[in-house]
Structures are given as C-alpha cells and as structure tokens.
C-alpha cells in the first residue's frame, strides 16, 4: 500500500474523484481475499487503520531495500543460476566452513565464549545460517573450544 501511495502521491490531473478516494478504493480492493491478492480474511477495523497509516505518511518514500533483479521471461536460466547471478550482483558471498572455523578461533583467543548469536553477528549472517553451514565437525570443534575457555 505504502508503495502505490508513493508511486501515485501525484494524482490525475482534473479527475473529480480525489487521490485518497481512488487509493482507499485500490487497497478495500486488493486487501479483499475473493480478489486474490491477498489469501486471508482482514478484518475491516485493521484494514481501516492500515489505509489511514498508509494515508498519514504523507506521500514519503516507503524504506524498501533497492535490491531487485528480474529476469526476463524464458531467459532459459535455471532457478540455480538466477540465485547465483542474484547473490553476486547484491554483493552477498558465501559462508562458508572455512570462514566460520577462522572466525571461531579469533572468538576463542580473544577467551570469550563462542555463540552461534555472537558468531552470526561477527559474520554478518543469522544463526539459521550458521546451522545451515557448520556440519558436526564444527559444531563439535565449537564446544572443544568452549570447554578450553
């Protein structure tokens, strides 16, 4: 909601019906569920309240990350490739084992406590990740260094 708004804080010119007219009727549009755009029920209190936040922003730029690759369609990449140009053009690089090893190591000489908490934020990722990525060698290389502290 907060996107349309913004896209159309500018209005149609000599159009009787005002911009706050046509975008509560957009959103009761779109947040009705026999639309299709939404797949749950929103109760008309909620939804009242959302489209007067949305309204009360006053036309500023919704705080979005710019981050958006589309592809065209039948580009004949595959899902796998498509991820992989995504994680390099957005900057994002691989966790991987060896990083995660190096980074514990530097926890345990500093002698703190290694957490899978203070380890994904030191890396710059989140703790699903870390599990993701750590394998039981690591896993059990952390509690050794753990016990030596």
């Known amino acids: 909601m907060l996107v349309l708004y913004y896209l ?19 959103f009761k549009f779109i947040a009705n569920k026999e639309n299709g755009f939404v797949t ?9 309240d959302m489209i007067r936040d949305v309204l009360m922003q006053g036309g500023d730029p919704p705080i ?7 592809f065209k369609d039948y580009s004949l990449l595959s899902f796998k490739e498509k991820m992989f140009l995504v994680g390099k053009l957005i900057g994002r690089q691989k966790l991987t084992k060896e990083k995660i090893y190096s980074m514990m ?15 994904a934020e ?12 750590m394998g039981k060698e690591l896993k ?4 050794k260094l753990n016990e030596k502290i």
Do not use: A, P
């Open 64 to 70: 979005n990350k710019i981050r958006k690759i589309i």
């Open 8 to 26: 159309n804080i500018d209005g149609v010119d000599g159009d009787e019906i005002s911009l706050e007219d046509d975008m509560r009727y957009i």
């Open 122 to 133: 030191l890396l710059g990722c989140s703790i699903r990740t870390l599990h993701r990525n």
């Open 140 to 143: 059990q290389e952390k509690e």
């Open 40 to 48: 749950f029920f929103i109760k008309n209190k909620l939804l009242e």
């Open 105 to 119: 190591l530097e926890i345990n000489d500093i002698g703190i406590k290694i957490t899978l908490q203070y380890l």
